[in-house]
């Protein structure tokens, strides 16, 4: 059991729109900033967001997220089969003092 | 640019102790604004925060493996160490290294980049 919930799978048509969700508390989430990680099939875990809603060079602005209260969402527009990975969010818990993820959402291109 | 590659052996029998390497080029494991990061994910499962290690040699572990864990580093082969004492089956896992931002007042902010990760297969 995850402390931020994700849905377990997304799915969408290429060229449109997903958002992923994900929902913590004041502890975390409400209090500290969001990353969140693409992990391609076999691969390691990438960086897509950090600091809410801030993306690393390289990555594509159709990538966005934004934070309200205890809650984050990450939204890909465009869709391309090539987004076809899991998605993980992140965040600091200052209660439990350790850094907590989601499970992890399976997104699909259909 | 940083990488990092996790080494160590890919099987360990249950009771005994995983240690895995992490070897780190393009940066220094000295820098302030950096923990040094293990993260494991059980097949088919989510990402567990296992601890870090700052610069200053300070650690964090994640409360529920604090009793088995301790990370170490060695500043002059730039390379941090994972020890997990008294395995199970359930510490099977790939394990990622990675390096952990902090923001400017010290909080903890992201994890990049992090290794390709290592099986650990924990089997008599």
């Known amino acids: 059991q995850s402390v931020l919930t994700q849905p377990p799978s997304v799915s969408a048509a290429p060229g449109q729109r997903v958002t992923i969700s994900c929902s913590g508390g004041?502890?975390?989430?409400?209090?500290?900033?969001v990353s969140w990680y693409q992990q391609l099939p076999s691969a390691a875990p990438r960086l897509i967001i950090f600091d809410n809603t801030r993306r690393p060079s390289g990555i594509p602005d159709r990538f966005s997220a934004s934070k309200f209260g205890p809650s984050a969402d990450l939204v890909i527009s465009g869709l391309q089969t090539g987004d076809e990975a899991d998605y993980h969010c992140a965040a600091w818990d200052a209660s439990l003092r350790l850094v907590v993820f989601g499970g992890g959402t399976k997104l699909t291109v259909l | 640019q940083v990488r990092l590659q996790e080494s160590g052996p890919g099987l360990v029998k249950p009771s005994q102790t995983l240690s895995l390497t992490c070897a780190v080029s393009g940066g220094s494991l000295t820098t302030a604004s950096f923990h040094w990061t293990w993260i494991r994910q059980p097949a088919g499962r989510g990402l567990e925060w296992i601890g870090h290690i700052h610069a200053s040699g300070s650690t964090i572990y994640n409360p529920t493996l604090k009793s088995r864990v301790t990370l170490s580093m060695d500043s002059s082969k730039n390379r941090f160490r994972l020890d997990l004492a008294s395995v199970t089956a359930s510490d099977t896992a790939l394990y990622f290294c990675?390096?952990?931002?902090?923001?400017?007042?010290?909080?903890?902010?992201?994890?990049?980049?992090w290794g390709q990760g290592t099986v650990v297969t924990v089997s008599s």
């Open positions: 990675a390096r952990g931002q902090l923001f400017d007042g010290g909080s903890w902010g992201w994890v990049d980049p």
């Open positions: 004041t502890s975390n989430i409400g209090e500290n900033s």
